[in-house]
């Protein structure tokens, strides 16, 4: 599982095997460790939400995924979903959740062997 955070945006992308597991489990979890502490980040399945949501606490972002939209992605071709929750003083927070896809740039720095073909790879 892969998360880019950039000023008030969220994205997580997962592989296939992650894909699989976050279907069959409902939850999926990474964490960073430093010296002096740890960084996590999990998806999770939730009947409590009704939109991808997200919450920090204790050190953990947390993005919830209702349960329908879940099973949605994980059994369909659905890249994936996106939504942008108002986080008060007229600021909003950008959720985004994908399927992660091979590059196709040419610039391969790590083990793609478990990301997803890229769509953009093949000719129409």
């Given at each position: ?36 502490g740890?960084f ?58 994908e ?26």
């Amino acid at each position: 599982m892969k998360i880019r955070i950039k000023g008030d945006s969220i994205r997580i992308r997962l592989t296939k095997s992650e894909v699989d597991k976050f279907g069959s489990e409902g939850h999926i979890e990474e964490t960073t460790h430093f010296s002096d502490g740890a960084f996590s980040y999990m998806l999770e399945s939730s009947e409590k939400v009704h939109e991808l949501s997200a919450s920090f606490i204790d050190g953990k972002i947390s993005m919830l995924v209702p349960v329908a939209m879940q099973q949605e992605w994980v059994n369909t071709d659905i890249v994936g979903f996106k939504n942008n929750i108002d986080i008060g003083d007229g600021k909003t927070l950008f959720l985004l959740l994908e399927k992660d896809f091979k590059c196709i740039d040419g610039e391969v720095l790590e083990d793609q062997s478990d990301n997803y073909e890229n769509p953009l790879a093949t000719c129409q």
